[in-house]
Antibody, heavy 118, light 107 residues
Framework: EVQLVESGGGLVQPGGSLRLSCEASGFTFSDYSMTWVRQAPGKGLEWVSTIRSSGSNTFYADSVKGRFTISRDNSINTLYLQMNGLRAEDTAVYYC???????????WGRGTLVTVSS | EIVLTQSPATLSLSPGERATLSCRASQSVSSYLAWYQQKPGQAPRLLIYDASNRATGTPARFSGSGSGTDFALTISSLEPEDFAVYYCQQRSSWPRTFGQGTKVEIK
């Protein structure tokens, strides 16, 4: 069974940093691209970033480019999102999803809440 | 950026009725469009991919159609568990984009 478990969310002040993790199990992690999608409270889904299976290519939404960095460690089946320069508008539940490069997001974690507030 | 516009914003229907949701793209996405279902407090779930293919576990009452810029998700007969928010999403180009969602609520 595919499982994706996010962690690392919490309350952070504007301008602060946070690193999210997504631990994957139940599939060959190194075979799949991976993605972060976020959802602000009461709002719709917003694609944030995708990384190819090997980590060789990364893609970002304009809203996070230059502030967020996606990465992965295939040896421990873990996806990351380093978030710097956080703003109030980054407040959201962050989901990790399997796929996104040449596929859709066919499995999702439960999400981790990031709140940016003073 | 490809903008996906979903309509209507809210659909009020009774169990057993047919639901038709629309997703229109600002430029052609070929057939690279998916539909997701999201229930309150849950992660989204992939229902339909490449416009018309049901994902694993998607009931046969869900069907997708369209290509280019106009797409539809049809639920032939609404079950109580189908009342949720539905999003379309394109993978034709970067950035990946979602529609704003259609809420299917009980009338």
């Amino acid at each position: 069974e595919v499982q994706l478990v996010e962690s690392g969310g919490g309350l952070v002040q504007p301008g602060g940093s946070l690193r999210l993790s997504c631990e994957a199990s139940g599939f060959t992690f190194s075979d799949y691209s991976m993605t972060w999608v976020r959802q602000a409270p009461g709002k719709g889904l917003e694609w944030v970033s995708t990384i190819r299976s090997s980590g060789s290519n990364t893609f970002y939404a304009d809203s996070v480019k230059g502030r967020f960095t996606i990465s992965r460690d295939n040896s421990i089946n873990t996806l990351y999102l380093q978030m710097n320069g956080l703003r109030a508008e980054d407040t959201a539940v962050y989901y990790c999803g399997r796929g996104g490069y040449t596929s859709y997001f066919d499995s999702w974690g439960r999400g981790t809440l990031v709140t940016v507030s003073s | 950026e490809i903008v996906l516009t979903q309509s209507p914003a809210t659909l009020s229907l009774s169990p057993g009725e047919r639901a038709t949701l629309s997703c229109r793209a600002s430029q052609s996405v070929s057939s690279y469009l998916a539909w997701y279902q999201q229930k309150p407090g849950q992660a989204p779930r992939l229902l339909i991919y490449d416009a018309s293919n049901r994902a694993t576990g998607t009931p046969a009452r869900f069907s997708g159609s369209g290509s280019g810029t106009d797409f539809a998700l049809t639920i032939s007969s609404l079950e109580p568990e189908d009342f949720a928010v539905y999003y379309c999403q394109q993978r034709s180009s970067w950035p990946r984009t979602f529609g704003q969602g259609t809420k299917v609520e009980i009338k």
